[in-house]
C-alpha cells in the first residue's frame, strides 16, 4: 500500500513540474532572461526526459507485487497491442515538426500548431493514446507498473484538457475540431467520414 501511495504522489509532483513548465508564464519568465523558444523548449525537453527518468527509477526501486504474466497466444496479442501504441506515437509525430517540437530549431510558428492532418484526423491526442496502451498491454503486470498506468492515465486527462485550453485560447477554431473528432479513441465513424 505505501508504494502505491509513493507511485501516486511522486506522479503528483512530476505532472505539477511538468504542468506548470509548460505554462505561458513560466515561458515568458524564460523569455524575459534570455531564454528563447527554441532554447526553452529543448530545456523543457530536456528537464521532462531527467524528471521521468528519476520517476521511474524510484517506481522500479519500490516493493512491488506481481499481478500477472502472460504466456502463449495471450503474450504475443498484447505485445502487438504494444507495438501498435508504439505505431500510433510514431503516427503523431509524422505530421508535426519534431525537431521544433523537441526544441533543436526555432518553430514557424509564434504559438503550438494547430494540426488536423495525419492521425490528428481521428483522435486528438495520439500521443497519450498510444503510450496508455503500450502500458495497459504490458505482458508482465504488477501492482507498481498498474498504479504507475492509472496514474499516468489521469494525468494525460488532466494534461489534455490543460493543452486544449491552450490551443482554444490561440486557435479558435479549435472548438469544432473538438467538437467533431474524439480525444482518445476514435469512432469509427469519423473515420468513415474522413
Same mark, same amino acid.
Given at each position: 500500500m505505501q508504494?502505491?501511495?509513493?507511485?501516486?504522489?511522486?506522479?503528483?509532483?512530476?505532472?505539477?513540474?511538468?504542468?506548470?513548465?509548460?505554462?505561458?508564464?513560466?515561458?515568458?519568465?524564460?523569455?524575459?532572461?534570455?531564454?528563447?523558444?527554441?532554447?526553452?523548449r529543448l530545456?523543457?525537453t530536456?528537464?521532462?526526459?531527467?524528471?521521468?527518468?528519476?520517476?521511474?527509477?524510484?517506481?522500479?526501486a519500490?516493493?512491488?507485487?506481481?499481478?500477472?504474466?502472460?504466456?502463449?497466444?495471450?503474450?504475443y496479442?498484447l505485445?502487438?497491442l504494444?507495438?501498435?501504441?508504439?505505431?500510433?506515437?510514431f503516427a %503523431?509525430?509524422?505530421?508535426?515538426?519534431?525537431? #521544433? &517540437? *523537441?526544441?533543436?530549431? /526555432? @518553430?514557424?510558428?509564434?504559438?503550438?500548431?494547430?494540426?488536423?492532418?495525419?492521425?490528428?484526423?481521428?483522435?486528438?491526442?495520439?500521443?497519450?493514446?498510444?503510450v496508455?496502451?503500450?502500458?495497459?498491454?504490458?505482458?508482465?503486470?504488477?501492482?507498481?507498473?498498474?498504479?504507475?498506468?492509472?496514474?499516468?492515465?489521469?494525468y494525460?486527462?488532466?494534461?489534455?484538457r490543460l493543452?486544449?485550453r491552450?490551443?482554444?485560447?490561440?486557435?479558435?477554431?479549435? %472548438?469544432?475540431?473538438?467538437?467533431?473528432?474524439? #480525444? &482518445? *479513441?476514435?469512432?469509427? /465513424? @469519423?473515420?468513415?467520414?474522413?
Open positions: 508504494s502505491i501511495l509513493l507511485i501516486w504522489l511522486s506522479t503528483l509532483v512530476f505532472a505539477i513540474i511538468h504542468s506548470l513548465l509548460a505554462t505561458r508564464r513560466c515561458k515568458q519568465w524564460a523569455a524575459s532572461n534570455g531564454w528563447d523558444e527554441p532554447r526553452y530545456l523543457y530536456i528537464v521532462s526526459l531527467l524528471l521521468t527518468a528519476i520517476w521511474l527509477f524510484c517506481i522500479h519500490l516493493p512491488d507485487l506481481q499481478l500477472f504474466r502472460a504466456e502463449g497466444v495471450l503474450f496479442m505485445v502487438m504494444q507495438i501498435t501504441g508504439a505505431i500510433i506515437i %503523431a509525430f509524422r505530421p508535426i515538426d519534431t525537431m #521544433a &517540437f *523537441l526544441g533543436f530549431r /526555432r @518553430s514557424a510558428h509564434d504559438v503550438d500548431p494547430f494540426v488536423i492532418s495525419g492521425i490528428y484526423r481521428y483522435m486528438r491526442h495520439p500521443m497519450y493514446s498510444g496508455i496502451l503500450m502500458l495497459l498491454a504490458s505482458p508482465l503486470q504488477s501492482i507498481n507498473s498498474l498504479s504507475m498506468t492509472l496514474a499516468v492515465a489521469l494525460f486527462l488532466i494534461g489534455s493543452e486544449e491552450r490551443m482554444l485560447e490561440h486557435h479558435p477554431e479549435y %472548438a469544432a475540431y473538438r467538437r467533431s473528432v474524439p #480525444a &482518445f *479513441l476514435p469512432h469509427f /465513424r @469519423s473515420c468513415r467520414r474522413r
